[in-house]
């Protein structure tokens, strides 16, 4: 699966980016839709899981995944941020 080729420094390189730009600004930059269910936890503050794996994976290939190009959810993104130490929110 190509996520669980992500690092967890890049993980916090993406979250960085989240926090300067905002919210809104990110999920838009790159495309992405408002997490519904799935968040990744961090230092007391929730992201958008699917959209942090994403842009984190520009680690990888020198750009971040589209939206399509994986699928989010248990199976997908949060079992990898969840095995790179991360907390990841289920719905319910």
Do not use: C, Q
Not at 1 to 14: C, I, K
Not at 70 to 77: D, H, L, Q
């Amino acid at each position: 699966m190509v996520l669980s080729e992500l690092r967890r420094e890049m993980v916090l390189a993406a979250i960085t980016e989240f926090d300067r730009l905002g919210r809104d600004t990110f999920l838009e930059k790159y495309g992405y839709r408002r997490a519904i269910g799935y968040f990744l936890v961090h230092d007391g503050k929730r992201y958008d899981s699917k959209a942090i794996a994403g842009v984190a994976y520009r680690g990888v290939s020198g750009r971040p995944l589209r939206p399509d190009e994986f699928s989010g959810g248990n199976a997908t993104v949060a079992r990898v941020l969840g095995g790179l130490g991360f907390e990841v929110t289920k719905p319910g």
